[in-house]
């Protein structure tokens, strides 16, 4: 089992940043690859990054290539999305996501674990 817990979330005005941490705990992650996703009211849970926890090679959405990065800290066992540039369309729940593959996801269906989720409100 895998558990993952979400901080950082919060209310910020267009144009600022944020940075969402997601703890994880209960396995070894160097075969697991780390995914961020985000749902908004009305819509489909929605990919945002994830990183192959071994290979530290991050893959992004075309809607924030640019403005995110997805890392990790080994030491910390957390990873963690730096959002600058903040839009009000980026106004969702965001939910940290695990699974152990050799293959990075970008559909919630391919993930097993995930977190609790973190509101992040943007304001125009």
């Known amino acids: 089992q895998v558990q993952l817990v979400e901080s950082g979330g919060g209310l910020v005005q267009a144009g600022g940043s944020l940075r969402l941490s997601c703890a994880a705990s209960g396995r070894t992650l160097n075969n697991y690859v780390m995914g961020w996703f985000r749902q908004a009211p009305g819509k489909e849970r929605e990919f945002v990054a994830a990183?192959?926890?071994?290979?530290?090679?991050?893959y992004y959405a075309d809607s924030v290539k640019g403005r995110f990065t997805i890392s990790r800290d080994n030491a910390k066992n957390t990873v963690y999305l730096q959002m600058n540039s903040l839009k009000p369309e980026d106004t969702a729940v965001y939910y940290c996501?695990?699974?152990?593959?050799?293959?990075?996801?970008?559909?919630?269906?391919?993930?097993?674990?995930w977190g609790q989720g973190t509101q992040v409100t943007v304001s125009s």
């Open positions: 996501a695990a699974d152990l593959s050799i293959r990075v996801g970008v559909r919630p269906i391919e993930y097993h674990y």
């Open positions: 990183i192959r926890w071994s290979a530290s090679i991050p």
